[in-house]
């Protein structure tokens, strides 16, 4: 009778642990697998449309290129430049019609997802530098001629890098000849190059003394910064004012074109007029065009200037410098330094284009890819979801 009894207990405790794992641990295994399962397959999807992006001209073959951009003309949808023979360089200006409300133009993030194929799934870009340059303006205080920056280079996640080669170019607008009216003074680029080496913290001093009449030198310096790191080089600049002169100009760049067009907030009295072009590539600075009072923007009848340089696109311009004879917050007539296209002169080609992972099934993948435009390296990252 006892053993009768025993057996059934054994018999139940038995059923019991098979109910158990066919209950709760077999779904929970099984989970384990298809979580899995949809991970890899988000990944290989991922990688795919990498590619596609990278790897793809895209058609038209120059879509980003067209100065009167509509986005219904794009039948297929990538960044790869037509016309070189190496993989991973990007078109700059197909990059730039990524940057969201570009005054040129750009591509709606579900026209993009869908040239792509991706319903059903959300996704992000930012291309970006390879490492993170801050500069600082330390010049003595009340000294208008010794200018002094602290420059920091360190990695993405933060880290310190020495030994980063770190040239400048301080770059003021200055007062070549007075007209005679404060309209009719005319404006020229001038700079001062200097260079360093980072210490074992990242950081070095860049000193440079302005030569020329202090009472010509305009107020607005910028400050531009060319890291080198073993064969890449990151370019970035600075006000020393600590921001952009606002209601001036928007500046964008396609193909051999350089344009300025009227911002969102802009005084409507406000008549500018264009004293000289400069742009940064890789090698430095170089001055592009030397204007008239023709080459002029106002609020009415020239609410767009546009020019067109042979070969400009060619020659890997990273950004712009205006140099405008022009009234800044009604502060009076004067020599006005301003940088574009945005964010070029910030480093970075496309801070954020798409959205944020809001309601994502089965977690995200993010994959990073160096990729080259206008001769510099940048960090491609694509962020990817399945939407529920």
Not at 241 to 267: C, H, M, Q
Request: proline share 4%; net charge negative; glycine share 8%.
């Amino acid at each position: 009778m006892t053993g009768t009894l025993y057996d059934h207990l054994v018999a139940v405790i038995i059923i019991g642990g098979l109910f158990v794992a066919a209950v709760i641990v077999v779904p929970t295994l099984s989970y384990v697998n298809l979580f899995y399962v949809d991970q890899q397959q988000l990944r290989n999807i991922a990688l795919e449309t990498l590619k596609t992006m990278l790897l793809d001209t895209g058609y038209p073959l120059n879509w980003g290129s067209d100065g009167n951009f509509n986005e219904s003309d794009v039948e297929r949808f990538g960044l790869a430049l037509s016309d070189s023979s190496s993989s991973y360089v990007l078109d700059p200006d197909k990059v730039q019609r990524l940057v969201v409300n570009n005054s040129l133009g750009w591509i709606e993030y579900e026209t993009a997802r869908q040239l792509l194929g991706l319903e059903g799934y959300g996704f992000s870009i930012s291309i970006l530098p390879p490492f993170n340059v801050t500069v600082k303006d330390v010049s003595p205080p009340g000294q208008n001629k010794n200018q002094e920056f602290e420059v920091t280079v360190k990695f993405n996640d933060e880290k310190p890098l020495p030994n980063a080669v770190v040239e400048a170019n301080v770059v003021y607008s200055y007062l070549v000849e007075k007209g005679k009216t404060a309209y009719d003074n005319k404006y020229a680029i001038h700079y001062n190059h200097t260079k360093g080496t980072t210490n074992e913290l990242g950081k070095c001093k860049i000193k440079t003394q302005i030569g020329e009449s202090i009472d010509r030198v305009q107020e607005n310096l910028l400050i531009i910064i060319k890291t080198t790191v073993a064969d890449i080089t990151t370019i970035t600049m600075m006000y020393q004012e600590g921001s952009a002169p606002e209601g001036i100009a928007e500046i964008n760049v396609s193909g051999d074109s350089v344009n300025l067009t009227r911002p969102e907030k802009y005084d409507p009295n406000a008549n500018i007029w264009i004293c000289g072009i400069a742009m940064i590539t890789e090698d430095g600075l170089i001055h592009l065009y030397n204007g008239t009072k023709s080459d002029k923007l106002n609020y009415g009848s020239k609410d767009l200037w546009s020019e067109t340089f042979n070969g400009l696109k060619s020659m890997n311009p990273v950004f712009t410098i205006f140099n405008f004879n022009a009234v800044e917050k009604k502060e009076g007539r004067q020599g006005i330094l301003l940088v574009g296209p945005y964010p070029n002169h910030l480093g970075s080609r496309v801070t954020h284009y798409g959205y944020a992972p809001q309601r994502a099934y089965g977690g995200t993948v993010k994959l990073q890819r160096a990729v080259n435009i206008s001769g510099m390296t940048y960090i491609f990252e694509l962020l990817l979801w399945k939407e529920m």
